[in-house]
């Protein structure tokens, strides 16, 4: 066993004392170094102490967080009054608000993309598109919490819908008329709500998406008809065997033609989207209800059946055919 200096040694007897002071003198100088170390690392401590205040975030706000006051998560988050005591209900509502969120940026990028084609400011176009393109997959991933949903766990909570119906949503609705997918009738479920009607009203009479693109497209001289150019804006596009053309030529000369052909490609890849939508809309109602009417009044899978069926932007697709 080792000895202390100043402690009995393994005899018992306590060390010399001339002995003991030199070996004290001697442990005296590890005592100083111990205190400078232990000053340094209280001063080491002490900057510890100061960078983690700095790294701290201010927690302490006069009102509502900034984040808050920017996100609105309060608002968010309280905006779900359940209808039923399911708790399969919770989800369904949440996934359907989701949904109308996304609705409203796909809205916005369309709309933004529509100005720019206007003022024939192709990139500013693209760059909407582009975004609008995973929106549209973040869309469509929204119907997975529906997506196997049993009859038995939707009528537990359909009653709550009472009439209500996807249909009737504006801003999908002002999806459809970007896409060139009009109606006036469309605008009858909104008449209650003046300021959601007349925003759907002025919808329905600008061009859509499409028809800036082929407004665009005869600008840099291609024969699109005028008859296309000048239609009814509030009425449904129709397909166009001289549009189909133009594009079979844009398409058969893509060294010429290349940024028109990236336009058609961003175009294509908004219309495959929203087919997927509309047949994951379709099947996700097949499994939860069959062949029922749907919710409001309307015919159900009947109706998604039909509306899955047509092509968006449908010269696009057919044009392929002739290249």
């Given at each position: 066993m080792s000895t202390f200096p100043g402690s009995p040694d393994a005899s018992g007897v306590s060390p010399d004392p001339d002995t003991s002071g030199a070996s004290s003198g001697t442990s005296g100088a590890p005592g100083a170094s111990s205190g400078a170390s232990g000053t340094s690392s209280g001063a080491s401590g002490t900057s510890s102490g100061a960078d983690a205040a700095a790294d701290a975030p201010n927690l302490d706000f006069a009102g509502t967080t900034p984040y808050e006051d920017y996100v609105q998560a309060d608002v968010l988050t309280h905006l779900q009054h359940l209808r039923s005591d399911d708790p399969g209900e919770m989800v369904f509502l949440v996934t359907t608000q989701v949904m109308e969120l996304w609705f409203t940026v796909i809205v916005h990028e369309w709309e933004t993309a529509s100005r720019a084609l206007r003022e024939d400011r192709v990139p500013v176009a693209m760059d909407a598109l582009k975004r609008s393109v995973r929106e549209l997959e973040a869309l469509n991933h929204s119907w997975r919490p529906l997506a196997q949903l049993t009859p038995a766990q939707f009528n537990a909570y359909r009653g709550a819908l009472g009439e209500g119906s996807g249909f009737q949503?504006?801003?999908?609705?002002?999806?459809?008329?970007?896409?060139?997918?009009?109606?006036?009738?469309?605008?009858?479920?909104?008449?209650g709500a003046p300021r959601v009607h007349a925003e759907l009203e002025k919808a329905l009479h600008e061009p859509s998406l499409y028809d800036e693109v082929l407004g665009?497209?005869?600008?840099?001289?291609?024969?699109?008809?005028?008859?296309?150019?000048?239609?009814?804006?509030?009425?449904?596009?129709?397909?166009?065997?001289?549009?189909?053309?133009?594009?079979?030529?844009?398409?058969?000369?893509?060294?010429?033609?290349?940024?028109?052909?990236?336009?058609?490609?961003?175009?294509?890849?908004?219309?495959?989207?929203?087919?997927?939508?509309?047949?994951?809309?379709?099947?996700?109602?097949?499994?939860?209800?069959?062949?029922?009417?749907?919710?409001?009044?309307?015919?159900?899978?009947?109706?998604?059946?039909?509306?899955?069926?047509?092509?968006?932007?449908?010269e696009l697709w057919t044009a392929r055919s002739h290249v």
């Open positions: 949503s504006a801003m999908y609705r002002r999806m459809e008329f970007l896409l060139g997918e009009k109606s006036a009738s469309m605008l009858v479920p909104h008449r665009l497209l005869a600008r840099r001289g291609l024969p699109v008809p005028a008859a296309v150019l000048n239609r009814d804006l509030a009425g449904r596009y129709e397909p166009s065997p001289e549009v189909e053309a133009v594009w079979a030529g844009i398409y058969a000369d893509p060294d010429q033609n290349g940024e028109l052909v990236r336009l058609g490609e961003a175009l294509s890849d908004v219309a495959e989207l929203v087919w997927r939508w509309r047949n994951d809309h379709l099947v996700a109602t097949r499994r939860a209800m069959g062949a029922k009417t749907g919710t409001g009044g309307s015919a159900g899978v009947a109706w998604l059946e039909k509306r899955a069926q047509k092509n968006v932007f449908p």
